[in-house]
């Protein structure tokens, strides 16, 4: 739901986990993920809701606050 901010930062989470190891791959020391709640958002019309940013530490991806 939009209004619940500890389900969009465990989405958030998820999200760096999954993709994190392709980031590594790629070189990125950071990455960003924006979490959307409205269609024209979902077609990059709206930039998103919510904007999560993730950096590489030796323990995997932390969610910089």
Not at 8 to 31: F, N, P, S, T
Not at 39 to 47: G, K, T, V, Y
Not at 55 to 61: A, L, V
Request: proline residues 3%; glycine residues 6%; aromatic residues 8%.
């Amino acid at each position: 739901a939009a209004a619940n901010a500890a389900t969009r930062l465990a989405q958030a989470d998820r999200v760096a986990r999954h993709y994190g190891a392709h980031a590594i791959d790629i070189g990125a020391k950071r990455i960003s993920i924006g979490i959307c709640d409205t269609q024209a958002c979902a077609r990059r019309q709206d930039p998103p809701a919510a904007w999560f940013l993730y950096e590489r530490t030796s323990q995997g991806w932390r969610r910089v606050k």
